[in-house]
């Protein structure tokens, strides 16, 4: 199986500062790279797919880059809002396999 | 509107069954792909099985053999079954439709999900 090692495992950041979540593949995993966003208590929501494709509706603060097998997440200008726990996933290969999640605190 | 809706028991006891139904509505099953993923309880998500829209499976290898996905098209329902659960299979389990795109493999939509307990 592939494995998404997702880093920092938590954060705390400030409203309007700029945090970069990453997520490094076990192998090559060709772009297939997803993002989700999860609140307390709620599902996942897709943010970025295609490791830096945004989704519809979701703001442009948020933007996706990668470099070799290393994948990150950025969220610029940080509001309260933007508090949760974020994932990635890896859809190259079966199984299709998530990162451990980064949860970010607002200060 | 794009909606998912689990629904399946609450409380199973160990080694027996889990069924679990998936009601979707705002998009048909013979459409788009519909995945089931599962997180316990303060912790990652889990890939567990997909069901495409032509009625073929795929299933993650660690849970295959205890595994069954299936549907109902005049229904619209997609349903996930296991058996001889543990209770390391306590979770919430999610159904999620797959991205529009041809052969996606991630999820745009998902339902509210059903925690279940395992336990005695």
């Known amino acids: 199986d592939i494995q998404m090692t997702q880093s920092p495992a938590s954060l705390s950041a400030s409203l309007g500062e700029t945090v970069t979540i990453e997520c490094l593949a076990s192998?090559?995993?060709?772009?297939?790279l997803a993002w989700y966003q999860q609140k307390p208590g709620k599902s996942p929501q897709l943010l970025i797919y295609?490791?830096?494709s945004l989704q519809d509706g979701v703001p442009s603060r948020f933007s996706g880059s990668e470099s070799g097998t290393q994948y990150s997440l950025e969220i610029n200008s940080l509001q309260s809002e933007d508090a949760a726990t974020y994932f990635c996933?890896?859809?190259?290969?079966?199984?299709?396999?998530f990162g451990g999640g980064t949860k970010l605190e607002l200060k | 509107q794009v909606r998912l809706k689990e629904s399946g028991p609450r409380l199973v006891q160990p080694s027996q069954t889990l069924s679990v139904t998936c009601t979707v509505s705002?998009?048909?099953?013979?459409?788009?792909?519909v995945s089931w993923v599962r997180q316990p309880p303060g912790k990652g998500l889990e890939w567990v099985g997909a069901?495409?829209?032509?009625?073929?499976?795929d299933y993650n290898s660690a849970l295959k053999s205890r595994l069954s996905i299936s549907r109902d098209t005049s229904k619209n329902q997609v349903f996930l079954k296991m058996n001889s659960l543990q209770t390391d299979d306590t979770g919430t389990y999610y159904c999620?439709?797959?991205?529009?795109?041809?052969?996606?493999?991630?999820?745009?939509?998902w339902g509210q999900g059903v925690m279940v307990t395992v336990s005695s």
């Open positions: 999620a439709k797959h991205f529009g795109r041809l052969g996606a493999r991630y999820f745009d939509y």
């Open positions: 705002g998009f048909s099953v013979t459409s788009y792909h």
């Open positions: 069901i495409w829209k032509g009625g073929s499976t």
């Open positions: 192998e090559d995993i060709y772009s297939n």
């Open positions: 295609d490791a830096s």
């Open positions: 996933q890896q859809h190259h290969d079966y199984p299709w396999t």
